[in-house]
């Protein structure tokens, strides 16, 4: 089996592109602002620079990234191609991690 670290990325992914995310509430459930893209909630913690991807069905469901407009992406990865960029080699919930 090939995990997804060792495929190339689709030419249908165009990184010189990166869609904002649209703001849902000024302040979410961790204190910061709250986004939505394709369907994927982000809520951030104040400041907006620790930022927590709701998509269930993705092995990044409940994982905390940086800042909001850097999890567009993955969604994107993960809803077209079901695939997640080779830099993240496992995405595990971590130790007593509960879906929100």
Known sequence: MTSSAELP?????D?????EPTPTKPVGP???PSYEHRGAV????????ICRLLLP???????SFG???TIPYLVDLWLDHQR????IK????APGHRDP
């Open 84 to 87: 997640l960029p080779p830099w």
């Open 42 to 49: 982000i809520d951030c913690q104040p400041g907006g620079y």
């Open 90 to 93: 496992a995405a595990r919930p």
């Open 9 to 13: 990325l689709p030419a249908t992914v």
């Open 57 to 63: 069905g993705c092995p990044l469901h409940g994982h």
């Open 15 to 19: 990184l010189s592109r990166r869609p």
């Open 67 to 69: 800042a909001a407009g």
């Open 30 to 32: 961790l204190g910061g």
